[in-house]
């Protein structure tokens, strides 16, 4: 628990496919916060659930997120998206679902501030 008032670095969220909704519910904090926020994006998962793949980047480009690093679940870089690149989050969605049954396929997403400084 933070104390009232203290500024919050870094969010991490993993709610099995719900992550946009819950990202949605927390728009004020994010824009005026932004943190760092790590996601799971399972596009399996939020199909299976009626969940919109696209809601966790938009409702965190419509906060000030312009970057999202993408981790594979073993951990290993695998790429980076503009928050204006809905056409490749879409190719990456098609991907997992052609290999559907292979696993519990997943990116980690790492959504960086306008002002997040990557070395």
Known sequence: VLPR???IDVLKIDTDGFDGRILAGGRRTLATEQPVVVFEWSPIQY????????????VL???GYERFLLYSKEGRYVGDV???DAG???ELAA????TRGRGDDYVDVLALPPDAVCT
């Open 47 to 58: 199909t299976d659930l009626g969940s919109d793949l696209l809601q966790p980047f938009e």
């Open 88 to 90: 490749r989050l879409g």
């Open 95 to 98: 991907g997992f679902e052609a």
């Open 5 to 7: 008032g203290a500024p």
């Open 61 to 63: 480009a419509s906060c």
């Open 82 to 84: 503009d928050a204006d």
